[in-house]
């Protein structure tokens, strides 16, 4: 089946610094989405990426979505410890059901 | 409401219980998931329901038996489970389940230990 390949595995950083979590494929995947866990909690949407050489921003959250489709980031600035947990990107499956994890990034702040 | 409920929240259960999770939402999606996480790993899908049939069952074994009765709800019938399947798991559901740009909502889980 198709794979989701991210990195790091963890990150560790101070209070005020940035964050990249990086998401990559060997296949062009029609869409990306991006979760986060918190720490003892559920995955949650935050967004959802569709066209080629996309950048969405939420707050001090960009997310963009790689010219060929088949790579993505997640850049945090100047995190904050509420921003701790794991980020998940999540492309299609061999199904149309199917939503494909990558194995996480989990991000500890250090205040 | 992007609200997702699941009960209950923790379960501890001896390899000769059966016991059942179970999902409602109230969005109005056709499609609802169960999902296993293990510690520190992605969640991993275990079934698919679409307008209330199974499409999806990942060689999940049969001590692990679903049930969709109606749209909003989706049960989880454990039998004779054995410790290894101590996780948390997760229902989910999104609109169609037909398209791969649907955004699945996540319930907050119900964390299981086997004993």
């Known amino acids: 089946g198709q794979q989701v390949m991210q990195i790091p595995q963890y990150q560790h950083v101070q209070e005020g610094e940035d964050f990249t979590t990086y998401c990559n494929s060997s296949?062009?995947?029609?869409?990306i989405q991006w979760y986060k866990q918190r720490p003892g909690g559920h995955p949650v949407f935050l967004i959802q990426?569709?066209?080629?050489?996309e950048v969405k921003k939420q707050k001090r959250l960009t997310f963009q979505f790689g010219e060929a489709k088949k790579n993505s980031s997640l850049h945090i600035t100047a995190t904050q410890t509420t921003d701790v947990g794991t980020y998940f990107c999540?492309?299609?499956?061999?199904?149309?059901?199917?939503?494909?994890f990558g194995k996480g990034t989990k991000l500890s702040v250090i205040p | 409401d992007t609200e997702v409920t699941q009960t209950p929240k923790h379960l501890v259960m001896g390899m000769t219980n059966k016991k059942s999770l179970k999902c409602e939402q109230h969005?109005?999606?056709?499609?609802m998931y169960w999902y296993k996480q293990k510690a520190k790993k992605p969640p991993e899908l275990m079934f698919v329901?679409?307008?209330?049939?199974?499409?999806i069952n990942e060689s999940v074994p049969s001590r692990f038996s679903p049930e969709c009765p109606n749209s909003s709800l989706l049960n989880l019938h454990l039998h004779a489970l054995q410790p290894e399947d101590s996780a948390l798991y997760l229902c989910?559901?999104?609109?169609?389940?037909?398209?791969?740009?649907?955004?699945?909502?996540f319930g907050p889980g119900t964390r299981l230990t086997v004993l």
């Open positions: 989910a559901s999104s609109q169609t389940g037909g398209d791969t740009t649907d955004t699945q909502y």
């Open positions: 990426l569709v066209k080629s050489g």
């Open positions: 329901y679409s307008y209330e049939k199974l499409s």
């Open positions: 999540a492309g299609p499956g061999a199904g149309s059901y199917q939503l494909t």
């Open positions: 969005m109005g999606h056709r499609a």
């Open positions: 296949t062009t995947l029609s869409n």
